[in-house]
């Protein structure tokens, strides 16, 4: 049983189509990445599952709840990271977390015990009686951050948690948001960082103008891509025709490259199964092999496949638009 | 009702991070009453000074309701802010229902307004003189009734309006349109007199009479001073335009502020 599940939601501002019939299916414990350029619709997605704006069109069910409804009960599961910092700035970051803590129900006790934690976690305890006005973006992000570790909700929207914040920061925050998730969290992570989709997602939807292209685990995405992995052999001398024929006669082996006649780049799929027997092929052959090296395709790749767009590109076209 | 509490709490506190502000403004207020009582009463005709007794006593009621005004509108330039800065989609995403967030948010810029008053009522109270602890309530329930009202008058326009140059024009248009047509500075006799002289069109004489700025210091001056005369009027007035701007504000809070 889902704990998301949207048919056919859809937002429009005026003419912009932002968000567009989307079906999306969401298991409880699971880190979904919602991965895709600014103004793929993310935002807008987060913003509808958690009730803060209503969809045109279609409906969602966050934890068996109608998002049209029955908002309320709703917003009782959720919590939201904004990508923009959302905090009253002349608050101070120790203010901002006790009040949060407040208002999601945390006795006094558990609330100064996790506010205080988790600004020591997020190095902010220094900086906590400061006025937000005064912190850097970094600073705000992680303040934001720390609201929803503290509330730990049943589901957990993330958007953008380390846009701004140095790769140390980083690291920290994607171990907590695995403990969150550890802990019992759904979590939905809106994000256009190939590399933090990646690492941390358990299944990653993409999402380009408003449409869902293509949703499954980062390892069936890369897979889907027909000669996505590659391995470059470079050899001691010369490989001949024969042996050429032989590789590609390998059923997983979709194209061979001749950069040199001693230097192959081989496009092939499931490169784990596949580069045992080449090796063995070569050694068959009589043919010493001087390096191997193998690699497989990222989300970049990924997101190139289907959009036929580099994620930057694909910023940039929306930004002209 | 715990949820509205806590929205209180968090505006009270956004509140008194203005203090020094506020501590300005009160000092304004109150310089505006001396000078006025000083200045103003030797510039009096005497068929006003016959109707008012002192300036001074005059017009001390009317500074406690501008003050009231100015701090409870305040609730609106802060969540006019919340919206251009979208802060208002953290609050739509918390787990409280749209209801109490409206009611709470209302709540807050009347006691807000009580709050910052209170000084200026004293003020009234030690120049003027004290009433009675039934007519103190009924001062204390009609100005919370101004209060919430003019919140809701401020939350209703912020929600309306994205930019916050208009937000400001408009409040600039509602302060001169209700202090000009009211009995802050003057008395609603001499408004009525202009009126039916044709000086003063009708129109504004009517707002002047409907205005809860005026039913306000009325009420307080009628039980201070003994002048004008108490009456239900008052009273019903100032439930009336609480009831309509609270209402006005409620809906457009929970309805309008999901499309921003």
């Known amino acids: 049983m889902p704990i998301i599940h949207t048919i056919g939601l859809t937002k429009r501002f005026e003419d912009v189509v932002a968000v567009d019939k989307l079906n999306l299916s969401i298991d409880e414990g699971e880190i979904f990445g919602l991965l895709g350029p600014n103004g793929a619709g993310k935002t807008t997605t987060v913003l509808m599952l958690s009730t803060v704006i209503k969809p045109t069109q279609g409906t969602a069910k966050v934890g068996n709840h109608d998002v049209r409804t029955n908002p309320d009960a709703v917003r009782k599961l959720i919590g939201i990271c904004f990508q923009e910092p959302k905090l009253m700035w002349v608050s101070t970051p120790w203010d901002v977390l006790n009040w949060h803590a407040k208002v999601c129900g945390l006795s006094t006790s558990e609330r100064k015990h996790r506010v205080k934690s988790m600004l020591t976690e997020v190095n902010m305890w220094e900086h906590r009686r400061k006025r937000i006005h005064g912190l850097s973006g970094g600073m705000k992000k992680r303040v934001e951050v720390a609201k929803i570790l503290i509330q730990r909700p049943k589901i957990a929207f993330i958007d953008e948690p380390t846009s701004q914040i140095d790769v140390v920061g980083k690291h920290k925050i994607w171990d907590m948001i695995r403990e969150l998730r550890d802990d019992g969290s759904t979590i939905i992570l809106a994000t256009n960082e190939l590399y933090e989709a990646d690492v941390l997602s358990n299944r990653v939807g993409i999402m380009h103008k408003g449409r869902m292209l293509v949703c499954d685990t980062p390892k069936k995405l890369k897979d889907s891509i027909l000669g996505g992995d590659i391995v470059e052999v470079q050899l001691e001398k010369a490989a001949d025709n024969h042996v050429l024929d032989e590789l590609k006669g390998l059923e997983e082996v979709v194209e061979i490259v001749k950069i040199r006649p001693d230097d192959l780049r081989v496009h092939l799929n499931k490169v784990e199964k596949v580069v045992p027997k080449i090796v063995n092929l070569f050694l068959n052959a009589k043919l010493s092999i001087s390096s191997i090296r193998m690699s497989e395709p990222s989300l970049d790749d990924v997101f190139v496949h289907y959009t036929g767009l580099t994620i930057e590109e694909a910023e940039k076209k929306s930004k002209t638009k | ?260």
């Open chain 2, 1 to 260: 009702m715990k949820a509205i509490i806590h929205l209180v709490e968090y505006d009270f506190r956004n509140f008194f991070r203005y203090k020094w502000w506020l501590a300005g403004l009160i000092s304004m207020n109150l310089a505006d009453l001396l000078i006025m009582a000083v200045v103003y009463n030797q510039m009096l005709s005497p068929e006003i000074t016959e109707l008012i007794r002192s300036y001074i006593s005059f017009f001390a009621p009317g500074v406690t309701v501008v003050g009231l005004f100015a701090s409870a509108f305040m609730i609106g330039r802060e969540i006019n802010m919340e919206v251009r800065r979208q802060i208002h989609h953290y609050m739509l995403s918390l787990p409280i229902t749209r209801l109490e967030l409206a009611v709470g948010r209302l709540l807050a810029g009347g006691l807000r307004g009580m709050m910052y008053m209170t000084p200026l009522l004293l003020t009234t109270f030690i120049i003027v003189g004290f009433p009675t602890p039934l007519q103190l309530l009924i001062i204390l329930g009609a100005l919370f009734l101004l209060a919430t009202g003019i919140a809701g008058v401020s939350i209703a326009i912020a929600v309306s309006i994205s930019s916050f140059e208009k937000f400001i024009t408009a409040r600039g248009l509602i302060y001169y349109l209700l202090f000009f047509c009211s009995s802050i500075f003057y008395p609603l006799t001499l408004i009525q007199k202009l009126g039916q002289e044709g000086i003063m069109p009708q129109p504004f004489v009517t707002l002047a009479e409907l205005n809860p700025l005026s039913n306000c210091a009325n009420l307080i001056r009628a039980f201070l001073l003994g002048n004008p005369p108490f009456t239900l009027d008052m009273i019903r007035n100032l439930i009336v335009f609480s009831a309509v701007f609270v209402g006005t504000a409620t809906v457009a809070y929970m309805k309008i502020i999901q499309r921003k």
